[in-house]
């Protein structure tokens, strides 16, 4: 019963965060009136929001639920990328702190370098690291072979979900529509993303297609959608009443269910 008590407790604050929350909006100010949708509805990112409910303690049916609910983040939906300190990550914490005033100062203008107190922290690293005859130039060019591995490989998929079953929420972006019913959409974290802020990396982005149909009332209402997940590079043109855009996704779903977001 307390455990209970507890699991429930956790889920009203969670879904309390949520409702407080806002969207960050490329086309205006952070304000309250700016983040309702014309049906009246709160506009959240959802990339960022909902990723609390996977930490409840997982002992109840009640927490089940919320895992079901929840089963993956569009987070995870990027790729495990590389870590910039892994050519040094092995060093003493000496020599890492060392290496990492290295990368602060190679990475820092040429106002920070006439910092005093840097510019005393630089000779101190240098000092170390010679002193230990570590190879500082072999080290670094190592950490940007990761920064180019990892910016290609940055806007792709994650391999680890392609063929799981997601459920996630997000907005819909419609492609097919009749009658008000879209049958074919772009699933995007964002509301408005595509139309009228910027289009999200390609591996934010999901391609579904619904033959049964949702009806859709505003691009700013939020949704569920169910299925597995695939990989398919495309590109689908984005129309509205003020213009037109080409929007690449590397996600694809075929969805078995596409459902209004409830909190």
Known sequence: ?????????????????????????????????AQASPSGAKRFDMSERLLGLAIAPSSTGLDESIHERVAVSWRDLKPTLKSLETPFESLPNPLLNAMRTQVRWRTSSTSERSDPDLIKEYRAANGILYANDVDVEKLMLERRKIIAQNNSIGRGPNLDKLGTTIRLPGYIVPLTIDGGIVTEFLFVPVAGSCVHTPSPPPNQIIHVDYPEGVELTSIFDAFWIEGELSDERRVSDVTFYDGATNVESIYKLNARIVEAFTY
């Open 1 to 33: 019963m307390t455990s209970n008590l507890i699991a429930l407790a956790i889920t009203v604050f969670a879904f309390a965060h949520i409702q407080t929350a806002q969207a960050e909006v490329a086309q205006g100010p952070q304000e309250s009136a």
